[in-house]
């Protein structure tokens, strides 16, 4: 055995590996590495090493000094009880013995009399499929399942470790008869490096794709805030202009008293509460800051496009809803609306919204008409009828984020040519 | 027959109203009784010795006893009574919202948004008009629904929670039948009623609940009623429904 000992060597690290990005999936706070850290590792591989190379050892001594030892890297890397490191390392070596195990009958079957064979092939056939398992392990445990890539590049993924298996199983069996180890340790070594490669890769293409999903996402919220802001300074400059105007007109007002022309007076009074010249057109004024500027503003918008809206709001003058997840599901429900409602002859566009707090609940429901026809994606939300369906389309994703948040509903029920969406909060 | 109730101490105001509900009533062949109050204490007065109104208009700011107190305190015994308030306020006050009011109208009233209110109104009270009938110990009885806040069942028994009993009342002054809750939960909502089986014990009355989570349901007056898991989610989508169904200027489908 001693010819390959270089693959020992190189398994026992692979081990390394193995084990660090077992830790890693748990997310635990990181320690500030020390002396102690390094101390901890290289005993384990040190303890990795004598156990790959001395069989006689008591086999369930060798399992519980591994669990100790783990533990205590556990312990010494991540801010952890000593409970759950425990707990942790327990796991790791169970589900590592049942791979051990799994693969061994497995490859028994293949009936191989070669000790050697088993040992070498059999352990770094277990170690790559332990590798396998903890990927399969963290995708499960940070429920990543719908947002990394589809299933059909997973089971492409799994072509690699699967030749792996076949080639390692071959090399070893043309190998083995003649005196060269080094063609199967670097085979090995090959081989598990494109493997671990090839995860790693699979890995950092999931996070950039969820990075630029939620940068989209960080997008459209400053947007709409942007368009807040601008909101604001409108009805600033709105408020000057009707000091100015007011200012205005009771002075001309006061010259009719004084005149001593009351019904002038009266007949300028009534004009002016006639035309209402002193506010702006404004839909909504529950008195809720936040939903009122992000209403009117969408109204004018809305007013623009020939679109008959109706709103009623009824809710307190603050709600323990944050103003950014309001902007978020107000913003977007309507922009969808809007859309929506685009695609209709003038005549037939409305919308509906209504917003109150019903039985410590937020409810909000907004109706509008729509074209009557609806694409599915495949997973999620329907598809964008806009030009660039596959930057667009993340208004109703978004909108389930902030509604997740405060443990909400989000129902959708298009129905009859009227598009419905419901959303129910709860706030905190 | 509509019992009504307009509280206002502004007397152009509840003559406003008087009449723009009896110009409703009569174009609709609605049959209404409107009582005028000047002030809420006196409406209390009349409430807390029996007569029932379906229908309360409230002025929120009067001078004696404004209409969020007088309306909090209407609220202990009268669930079901449908509150719209009337204000020119121009922001909801929190409070407002304990007293979980039907519909709020603000001044100067709008003919069209008073028009709907009140048949938004009228719709609802119709779905209430219901009773239900059961028989116990050879007498059988009649019990208006919007009295009742939740039914029970135990030891194959359905005990009849209403407003005025607590949950740890003894077994023996609560009314109870032998009826079976599935039986129950099919005839009432055949006939429309807002009932929500939450539980296999439970069968809970819509318009009692105060506020609800994914695991409890907290009644108006504080008894937490447990969700049972697998019906957390239909709970949930059922409840959200009927919220919805509330809304005002939604198009019914």
Known sequence: MNEYSLLNILMVLFSAVILKTYLEIFKYKKKKKSFATLCMWSIYLALQYWAMITNAANPLVVLLVNILSVCLIGKSMYYLE????????????????????????????????????????????????????????????????????????????????LSTFYIIHNTYILTSKTDNTIFFTITTMLLITVNYAAFDLYDK???????????LAYEQQLDLCNKQAAECELAYQETRRV???????????????????????????????????IYRKEICRSGNLIIDSLINNKYSVVEKMGIKMNCNVFLPDQI?????????????????????????????????????????????????????????KKEGFFQSTKPNPSYHGIGLTSVKKSVDKYDGELLITPENNVFQVTVLLYPK | MINIAI?????????????????????????????????????????????????????????????????????????STLI???????????????????????????????????????????????????????????????????????????????????????????????KKMNDVEKELVAANQRFIRIHQSYLVNYEYIRSISFTAVTLVDGTKLQISADRQKRVRLLFCNMLSSDSPNMQQR
């Open chain 1, 243 to 277: 000091r100015h105007d007011i200012n205005k007109y009771l002075f001309d007002i006061q010259t009719s008293l004084l005149a001593g022309n009351l019904s002038e007076a009266k007949n300028k009074i009534d004009n002016l509460l006639e035309h209402n010249q």
């Open chain 2, 84 to 178: 719209v308030y009337i204000s020119s306020y121009e922001k909801y006050l929190k409070d407002l919202f304990k007293t979980e009011p039907f519909r709020y109208i603000s001044k100067p009233i709008d003919s069209k948004q008073f028009t709907d209110t009140f048949l938004s109104a009228y719709k609802r009270i119709c779905q209430k008009a219901e009773y239900f009938t059961f028989t116990y110990n050879k007498y059988l009885y009649k019990m208006p629904l919007r009295l009742i806040s939740y039914f029970e069942s135990r030891n194959r028994v359905l005990y009849i929670h209403t407003i005025n009993s607590s949950s740890d009342q003894q077994e023996n002054t609560l009314q109870k039948c032998y």
């Open chain 1, 320 to 376: 323990s809803i944050e103003s950014s997840d309001l902007c978020i599901i107000i913003g977007n429900l309507l922009d969808n609306a809007i859309d929506a409602t685009q695609q209709l002859p003038q005549g037939n566009r409305y919308i509906n919204l209504s917003i109150s707090l019903v039985k410590s609940s937020v409810l909000l429901t907004i109706q509008n008409s729509y074209s009557g026809t609806l694409k599915n």
């Open chain 1, 82 to 161: 000593w409970v759950n490191s425990l707990f942790i390392s327990g796991t790791f070596y169970a589900i590592w013995m049942m791979i051990e195990i799994v693969v061994n009958n497995l490859l028994h079957i293949l009936s191989i009399n070669d000790s050697t064979y088993f040992f070498l092939v059999g352990s770094t056939v277990s170690k790559l499929v332990m590798f396998l398992a903890l990927h399969i392990f963290r995708k499960i445990y940070n429920n990543h399942f719908h947002f990394s890539m589809p299933l059909a590049y997973w089971v492409r993924l799994m072509l690699i470790p």
């Open chain 2, 7 to 79: 509280c206002d101490d502004d007397k152009t105001i509840t003559s406003v109203i008087e009449n723009m509900i009896n110009v409703i009533a009569d174009a609709q062949q609605i049959n209404v009784n409107c009582d005028v109050f000047f002030d809420g204490a006196s409406l209390i007065d009349y409430i807390s010795h029996g007569t029932f109104y379906e229908l309360i208009y409230m002025d929120i700011e009067m001078d004696r006893i404004d209409g969020i107190h007088a309306a909090e305190i209407i609220r202990k015994n009268n669930i």
């Open chain 1, 205 to 215: 293409l999931g996070e950039k794709a969820e990075i630029e999903r939620k940068n």
